[in-house]
């Protein structure tokens, strides 16, 4: 199929984002319990509902595309290596700050083609803010029903960086990596709302350097690829999906600009 446009998936993709998004919304207004998975992470009635209607959703829309969510049971390899093209979804990213009612939570979609997020929605129910982009025709963000501003990631210039660290994972590596830069500024934040904050222009970097799994990062990625940053690990190669393991590489997150960001890591015997 040499006329394949992900363009045309958007509009769509949106809307589903946004119907798990309500539904994400009725459980966080009232009590709900907290269950544990294998890997001892958080699980909540809001993951399963919101990973119900996005599969349903994408399934209905695109019968001839698999979904890889993360509330479902993973295909083997074997199965997966013969994917050209997939959906790829967390339905509830930041299940802890969804936990901790700080807002700081998201929903994912992307649409992977040939191992590369070709089509990513971000969206963020309590403010009702959705960062959306399809590849090589840039990026954008609509808070509710308010106009559609397109976003772009900005070029460091010197002086002291603003820099975005995870909420719930930073670790000794980070904070080594925070000394290294020396004067900076911090913004603490949750979920896939870090790599956005570097799409919008509001932060220059986000070093990740810590696991994550491919779903929680493709959606974003396609956004700040599309703003004009980076998703790369640490020898620079931008981040690819549909691996064997699931489990991403650690990744550097910057805006426009070729400053060196990789010379503040610290040394990795």
Not at 25 to 36: A, K, S
Not at 129 to 151: R, V
Not at 154 to 178: C, D, N, W
Request: aromatic share 8%; charged share 25%; proline share 6%.
């Amino acid at each position: 199929m040499t006329d394949f446009n992900p363009h045309e998936y958007l509009e769509a993709v949106r809307e589903i984002a946004h119907a798990a998004g309500r539904r994400i919304l009725d459980v966080y207004e009232r009590d709900f319990e907290v269950e544990q998975k294998d890997d001892r992470s958080p699980l909540t009635e809001a993951d399963r509902v919101a990973h119900e209607i996005i599969t349903q959703q994408l399934q209905r829309l695109t019968p001839e595309i698999p979904v890889l969510s993360e509330e479902s049971a993973t295909a083997s390899y074997e199965q997966r290596a013969g994917w050209k093209r997939f959906w790829l979804v967390d339905p509830l990213d930041g299940t802890k700050e969804f936990i901790n009612r700080n807002g700081e939570f998201t929903v994912n979609i992307a649409l992977i083609d040939g191992q590369r997020p070709v089509l990513g929605v971000v969206y963020v129910p309590v403010p009702a803010l959705t960062y959306f982009a399809c590849a090589g025709q840039g990026a954008s963000k609509q808070k509710g029903e308010c106009a559609i501003e397109a976003i772009h990631a900005r070029r460091y210039a010197g002086g002291k960086p603003m820099i975005v660290a995870s909420r719930s994972h930073a670790g000794p590596e980070t904070e080594a990596f925070l000394k290294n830069i020396g004067a900076h500024d911090v913004v603490s934040m949750g979920s896939a709302l870090k790599l956005c904050l570097v799409a919008q222009g509001t932060a220059d970097v986000y070093p990740r350097l810590g696991p994550t799994m491919e779903w929680d990062t493709a959606a974003a990625q396609c956004v700040v690829e599309a703003a004009g940053g980076r998703v790369t690990d640490l020898n620079r190669r931008p981040l690819v999906y549909n691996k064997p393991s699931l489990l991403n590489p650690w990744f550097m997150v910057s805006g426009a600009g070729d400053h060196d960001w990789y010379q503040y890591l610290p040394a990795r015997e």
